[in-house]
């Protein structure tokens, strides 16, 4: 199933109020939707908690995707992938190495990665994401992790890479505003075990890894995050990015590509001094 939140670009008319009265839908109203072929039907509900068809339907042609999920944080898993970590002059981790993005970094779909001014050098890391659909907590090796994932999407840790290199440690490089692009749909039936993750810019590939390359899958990830911090419904974790990181500069269109899911396309452009 493929899930998706939407802005409408228009509305029927039977969703149009008088002008006497309170408008009906505001053409800022964002949706959450279930993508059947050419259709997105709305949800009435949280994608997170319980939810049914509200018996409205938009073609694809008349929406925005919008960020699928508002995480309260996004946990991010460095070096995974060995030859990212060669590529960069680091050492395979023995455990996972994780570090967080505020949620202030997303941005959705479409909308624009700003380069911070203070910065020489911003590079693309596009990785497949989960979103965790259940709260879970002290998870035991063997458990099963599917009851508490809602689905997989792609993400750009987007990062300043000399930032991090001068500062050994995360948090600003990869915490600007617009620096983890989000999206565009959560496909819940993904198999991960071998999904392809490519990044592309203008056209020209620039990554391109699968999921069986990474040091620790996916589920090992959830159950070892599981046991320092509870996940709640919402939350992301970015699984790390195949090798071939390079620099964006202002013009940039990036795609992040994750096979099963979709691509998830923004623009760069220079932070306005």
């Known amino acids: 199933m493929k899930l998706c939140r939407f802005q409408p670009l228009h509305f029927p008319p039977a ?8 408008p009906a839908v505001k053409q800022a109203d964002l949706r959450w939707g279930v993508i059947e072929d050419t259709q997105v039907e709305e949800i009435s509900g949280e994608l997170t908690g319980k939810w049914g068809l509200s018996g409205r339907s938009y073609p694809l042609a008349e929406i925005n995707f919008a960020v699928p999920v508002e995480p309260s944080k996004i946990v991010c898993v460095g070096r995974n992938y060995r030859e990212h970590a060669a590529e960069l002059g680091n050492a395979v981790s023995q455990e996972p190495l994780i570090f967080l ?11 624009l990665i700003v380069l911070p001014a203070i910065s020489e050098r911003v590079d693309h890391e596009g990785e497949l994401a989960v979103v965790i659909g259940r709260t879970c907590a002290q998870l ?3 458990d099963d992790v599917r009851p508490y994932v809602l689905g997989y999407t792609c993400v750009n840790d987007v990062t300043a890479r000399d930032i991090q290199k001068r500062e050994q440690q995360f948090t600003r490089a990869k915490g600007f505003d617009t620096f ?7 496909e819940t039936e993904l198999d991960v075990a071998d999904v392809l993750v490519e990044t592309f810019v203008n056209g020209n590939r620039r990554q391109s890894g699968r999921t ?6 996916v589920d090992f990830l959830i159950r070892w995050i599981s046991r320092m911090m509870t996940l709640v419904p919402g939350d992301v974790i970015a699984t790390g990015t195949p090798a071939g990181v390079a620099s964006l500069a202002p013009g940039d269109v990036v795609e992040v590509v994750v096979d099963g899911v979709g691509t998830l396309s923004n623009s760069v452009v220079a932070q306005q001094t």
């Open 212 to 217: 069986s390359l990474m040091n620790f899958p």
């Open 15 to 22: 969703q149009v109020s008088r002008p006497q009265e309170e």
């Open 180 to 186: 983890c692009p989000l999206g565009p749909i959560i």
């Open 140 to 142: 035991r090796d063997g």
């Open 101 to 111: 993005k505020p949620p202030s970094s997303i941005i959705g779909p479409g909308e």
